[in-house]
């Protein structure tokens, strides 16, 4: 267990994939948010018809590239943008319609974190996480206990005095989520608070949200631009594009069975699901006689690759030639890539294609290569 009291709200249990039916925390519906303007340009509709819930205690990823209005949800959320139309509700509460003064309230029930830490550089590691309660009269003592409290969470106990000068940056964003938390917030907003991490340091810090997450039961709705950080700590996501949800739902259903071609390009980057450069330095777009068809092949769930190939070449009597793929697992559910090469023809590679649909698994056909280039 983390050494942390109770936040002001049970501890929900952890966080599994069963999510879906609990309560939102968050919820925007119907939003719409239009920027005015500026001189001879057009309003720009960063956001529209925006559903999402955010169930509690769940860890939700948004992600989009630059400019698909992430950064305008998440400030929303916190108040700091009201949408031209729509609702967002925190916690059972419109922030979209409470004026500025009602707004600290709410505030003081969600943290936030970002990219650059948003540290003040004149105050030590204590100061900046001291920092909330400060703003809100808490007693010195108090204010010690807990930032002690908080030090000891983030693992920080022996950088009190240290500057923000001094800190690593995965130190830094340590200090930034040990001061999201210091008003027991129940909602925590990341706002890219990896991506100017390298992969070891994302992974701590990512690790570190998950406990947060599963311990103490605070929701996190998190932004990114890399499925890698959706993967690690999600159990829902969206899929944003154009300021426009294109995709959302459970991560495993998301990343096994996408949709949208947005969401597939963001997951062309992913392992294992490109073929390897042996093949893709040769795929054709055209079939033509004496090729293979190579075929994508995403196992999901229960995992039965070696029998289903191998019933598969049995049945249509060829040999199917293994080209590249992974095993692998997200939220501790198993699924695979495998990237095979089919020969015989158009005639066989669909009959291929038909046998595993019918086991329930997803194909797609990716290109053709000579039979001869694996001999
Ligand atoms: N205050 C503003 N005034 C006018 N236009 C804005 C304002 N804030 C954002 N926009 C526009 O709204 C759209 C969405 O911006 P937003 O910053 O939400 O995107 P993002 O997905 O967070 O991008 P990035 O990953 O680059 O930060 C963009 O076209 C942006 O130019």
């Known amino acids: 267990m983390m050494n942390?009291?109770?936040?002001?709200?049970?501890?929900?249990?952890?966080?599994?994939?069963?999510v879906a039916g609990r309560s939102a925390i968050?919820?925007?519906?119907g939003v719409g948010k239009q920027f005015p303007a500026r001189k001879d340009g057009q309003p720009v509709e960063a956001l529209s018809d925006i559903d999402l819930d955010v169930p509690a205690g769940s860890v939700?990823?948004?992600?989009?590239?630059?400019?698909?209005?992430?950064?305008?949800?998440?400030?929303l959320v916190n108040g700091l943008e009201k949408p031209t139309s729509g609702q967002v509700?925190?916690?059972?509460?419109?922030?979209?319609?409470?004026?500025?003064?009602?707004?600290?309230?709410?505030?003081?029930?969600?943290?936030?974190?970002?990219?650059?830490f948003n540290l003040l550089s004149s105050r030590t590691v204590f100061d900046n996480i001291a920092l909330p309660l400060e703003v809100e009269g808490a007693a010195a003592p108090v204010i010690r206990e807990r930032v002690e409290r908080l030090m000891s969470l983030v693992g920080l106990d022996d950088k009190r005095s240290r500057y923000p000068a001094e800190l690593s940056g995965g130190q830094k964003q340590r200090v930034g989520i040990a001061r999201a938390l210091a008003t027991n917030p129940k909602v925590l907003l990341s706002d890219e608070a990896t991506s100017a991490l390298d992969p070891e340091t994302t992974h701590s810090i990512l690790s570190l949200l998950s406990a947060i997450n599963r311990e103490l039961g605070v929701t996190i709705l998190l932004i990114t631009h890399e499925m890698a950080v959706i993967r690690a700590i999600a159990q829902q996501m969206a899929v944003l594009d154009g300021g426009r949800v294109v995709e959302q739902g459970d991560v495993f259903d998301v990343f096994t069975r996408p949709q949208h071609p947005t969401t597939r390009s963001f997951l062309a980057a992913e392992t294992g699901r490109a073929p390897p450069s042996f093949v893709a330095d040769r795929l054709a777009h055209e079939d033509a006689p004496g090729m293979e068809t190579v075929i994508r092949i995403i196992f999901r769930g229960r995992f039965a690759t070696h029998p289903v190939l191998a019933q598969v070449s049995r049945e249509l009597d060829i040999d199917v030639n293994i080209l590249g793929g992974t095993i692998d697992a997200i939220g501790g559910k198993p699924f695979g890539v495998l990237i095979v090469g089919v020969p015989g023809g158009r005639d066989l590679s669909e009959r291929f294609v038909s046998f595993l649909a019918a086991r329930d698994l997803d194909t797609e056909v990716l290109g053709y290569v000579p039979a001869s280039a694996f001999a």
């Open 60 to 75: 939700l990823g948004v992600i989009g590239r630059s400019g698909a209005g992430k950064s305008t949800l998440i400030r």
């Open 89 to 116: 509700i925190v916690d059972g509460v419109d922030v979209s319609r409470l004026p500025e003064n009602k707004l600290r309230a709410v505030r003081r029930n969600i943290g936030m974190i970002f990219q650059h």
């Open 26 to 29: 968050i919820r925007l519906a």
């Open 4 to 18: 942390i009291p109770s936040p002001g709200h049970p501890p929900q249990p952890p966080a599994g994939g069963a």
